[in-house]
């Protein structure tokens, strides 16, 4: 872990009491799969496009037949190495693993949800809210989902840069190229649910506060 990674680290202990327990981080980690997947399932669902990693593999699955579960890792292949030099071992093997499992349980959540209609609004809207709690869940417990989150996350760390902030930057220009794929429509509708979950990170991912593992 970085020095950077370390007193922020610190700073999440003074204002909690107390560190997580590893079965606190287990939880913590499985119920933030499980919603931001669902977020992502929500997404595919309603043919919206958002942020981050998670929106490149929604373009490209609209563009080449593979699954979520195949492209979400490989979109976010780069990442890993830069968070590998950044972060350390233990944090990218949490993010890898959990950018994994979300791409897996994202198409698994079709078979046991049949969406026979979806309104693009309502699912994009709810798709973002709960990937954004899920992925705040994440980073509270040491993990991301990878791409422009890592990158995020070390701006934060390094230079006091909101996290949100950084990545509500990034994501204008990811879903700004939805228009050449999906058309003006669905590119509004993604904005919308893109700035929906980056409120969510921003308003409760900040420097100096509870981020404790």
Known sequence: MSEAAAAEEAQGYEATGVRHRWYE????????????????????????????????????????PLPIGVLFPLVNVPFFALALWKKGWQFTLRTFVCVTLVGIMA???GLFVHLGSLQPVYGTIAGNLLAGVGLLILFRHGASLGGVNILALLLQERLGWNAGAV????????????????????????????????????????????MGY
Request: proline fraction near 2%; charged fraction near 5%; aromatic fraction near 10%.
């Open 25 to 64: 981080n287990l939880i913590g980690l499985a119920t933030g799969l499980f919603l931001s997947s669902l977020g992502v399932f929500f997404l595919h669902s309603a043919h919206a496009v958002t942020g981050g990693a998670a929106g490149l593999s929604l373009l490209v699955s609209y563009l080449v």
């Open 107 to 109: 198409d698994l959540h």
């Open 167 to 210: 990545q509500m930057c990034c994501d204008i220009v990811i879903v700004g190229a939805s228009f050449f794929v999906a058309g003006l429509p669905t590119m509004l509708v993604s904005a919308l649910g893109a700035v929906v979950m980056n409120i969510v990170i921003a308003f409760n991912h900040r420097p100096g506060r509870y």
